[in-house]
């Protein structure tokens, strides 16, 4: 159940972080508020995850979790670089992220 919550809190820390682009695109109360509640969101289920998960491992899976889910969406949302050295680094993000989840 942790590691359920753990991705979910990185889900919803990528939901913050386009919320955080909306925002500059277009500030109005409602966006602030999903910015807000996606922030919430994320901060309550990694809190969660750490009851029975180890804090590094937490932190570090839920940072790659957002980190790479906000740039694979930036790239299919907002048409940023696909260039393959960001894509390469995106996968050692997530193959680390991986790897903590088997040694933990």
């Not at 942790?2 to 695109?25: D, N, Y």
């Not at 990694?46 to 180890?54: D, N």
């Not at 740039?71 to 670089?81: L, P, Q, W």
Request: net charge positive; proline share 2%; hydrophobic share 60%.
């Amino acid at each position: 159940m942790a590691w359920i919550s753990l991705i979910i809190a990185g889900i919803f820390e990528m939901f913050g972080v386009l919320m955080i682009h909306k925002v500059h695109q277009n500030p109005n109360v409602n966006t602030v508020i999903l910015l807000m509640f996606g922030f919430t969101g994320s901060f309550l289920f990694l809190a969660l995850a750490m009851r029975s998960l180890p804090m590094g491992t937490s932190y570090a899976v839920w940072t790659g979790i957002g980190a790479s889910g906000a740039a694979i969406m930036g790239m299919i949302i907002y048409g940023e670089s696909r260039n393959w050295k960001r894509v390469l680094f995106i996968a050692l993000i997530l193959t680390a992220t991986i790897g903590l989840k088997l040694t933990s």
